[in-house]
């Protein structure tokens, strides 16, 4: 892979987007995504500190969750705030990596990625549900590095 814009195409980007403003229909969780090219660490470590850069920890119930694609490292993470890791099980992100596992081992990074944002946004629902009130506190779009 040459740049990280030829990861994904512009419609699946738009995909990308509208799988993560229907998952957060159904919580008041705040997700995103982030592709770079390389990861030179853990991908955890990198994906906590991409979430800090992209002010993820700011929501105001701590509950924002980032999906970390390093591509030609074929690495990803998935990282929750503290608002969320207080409250749910220790193994509450399992089914949600493996969601993406499955698809990026065939190479459908897109249907990964989705697959993903969906569990996620199921799985959320239960510890933050949907409010009438909620506001989108972190922009819907894809961020690369």
Same mark, same amino acid.
């Given at each position: 892979m040459s740049k990280v814009e030829d990861f994904l195409t512009k419609e699946e980007e738009q995909l990308i987007i509208a799988s993560i403003q229907k998952a957060e229909k159904n919580t008041s969780g705040e997700i995103r995504v982030h592709i770079e090219k390389t990861c030179e660490k853990l991908p955890v470590e990198r994906a906590q500190e991409v979430f800090y850069q992209l002010k993820m920890e700011t929501t105001a119930a701590q509950n924002g969750v980032l999906f970390y694609v390093a591509v030609d490292s074929k690495q990803f993470a998935i990282v929750g705030d503290v608002g969320i890791d207080k409250v749910v099980p +220790? #193994?509450?992100? @399992?089914s949600v990596k493996d969601a993406l596992i499955t698809e990026f081992k065939? @190479? +459908?990074?897109l249907q990964g990625i989705v +697959?993903?944002?969906e569990e996620c946004g199921l799985k959320l629902k239960t510890f933050f549900p949907y409010q009438s009130n #909620?506001? +989108?506190e972190l922009p819907d779009e894809i961020s690369k590095g």
């Open positions: +220790n #193994d509450f992100w @399992e065939n @190479e +459908n990074y +697959n993903g944002i #909620d506001e +989108n």
